[in-house]
T-cell receptor
Framework: NAGVTQTPKFRILKIGQSMTLQCTQD?????MYWYRQDPGMGLKLIYY???????DKGEVPNGYNVSRSTTEDFPLRLELAAPSQTSVYFC?????????????????FGPGTRLTVL | GENVEQHPSTLSVQEGDSAVIKCTYS??????FPWYKQELGKRPQLIID?????GEKKDQRIAVTLNKTAKHFSLHITETQPEDSAVYFC?????????????FGKGTHLIIQP
């Protein structure tokens, strides 16, 4: 299992450009998430998905869009990039079904994409 | 929504001493509290978690305690070692078995002095 993979690892964008951050997981997890981490801060939830075709907004969705056409992939789209979107972006996933005797399953994180908007 | 406060922002301890990081949360419906360790330039990794039906959980040198009444939980690391140096994040979720994401604290930079 590769786990959660993200591409690219690094990217520099000019203001107003657009791009898609890719996220793929091979653990057959239903739930997937996008977080952003600003320098010296914790992670903030951008969007999440409970399964193919279903997405919902998190705490900081403005300026982003997502889609979930398959269980494995959960791309994050930035339209009209702004300097405020300079951050490290982490994708995560977890199983819908808790392990035995547990109520909640661990979220597994990808390696992150470091994005700079100039 | 949920709000998680974490203290201190930086903690420096001598190797072999104990370290304690504290978090408070605002939503009484939260029932899951994980702790993540993040090394420089790496992804967050779960080190321990606790659910609201448990007051304390221990895994070797790491322990977490939860006080639901006061809405706070703490991470305890004993016999600290150089490899414990990292940023630690607490988080909370009110979704139990649902899909909602985690609300994170701002992190504690733990420095282990040799």
């Amino acid at each position: 299992n590769a786990g959660v993979t993200q591409t690219p690892k690094f990217r520099i964008l000019k203001i107003g450009q657009s791009m898609t951050l890719q996220c793929t997981q091979d653990m057959n997890h239903n739930y997937m998430y996008w977080y952003r981490q600003d320098p010296g801060m914790g992670l903030k939830l951008i969007y999440y998905s409970v399964g193919a075709g279903i997405t919902d907004k998190g705490e900081v969705p403005n300026g982003y869009n997502v889609s979930r056409s398959t269980t494995e992939d959960f791309p994050l789209r930035l339209e009209l990039a702004a300097p405020s979107q300079t951050s490290v972006y982490f994708c995560a996933s977890r199983s819908r079904n808790p392990r035995r005797y547990q109520l909640y399953n661990e979220q597994f994180f990808g390696p992150g994409t470091r994005l700079t908007v100039l | 929504g949920e709000n998680v406060e974490q203290h201190p922002s930086t903690l420096s301890v001598q190797e072999g001493d104990s370290a304690v990081i504290k978090c408070t949360y605002s939503d009484s419906a939260s029932n899951y509290f994980p702790w993540y360790k993040q090394e420089l330039g790496k992804r967050p990794q779960l080190i321990i978690d606790i659910r609201s039906n448990v007051g304390e959980k221990k895994d070797q040198r790491i322990a977490v305690t939860l006080n639901k009444t006061a809405k706070h939980f703490s991470l305890h690391i004993t016999e600290t070692q150089p490899e414990d140096s990292a940023v630690y994040f607490c988080a909370a979720s009110d979704s139990g078995g649902g899909a909602d994401g985690l609300t994170f604290g701002k992190g504690t930079h733990l420095i282990i002095q040799p």
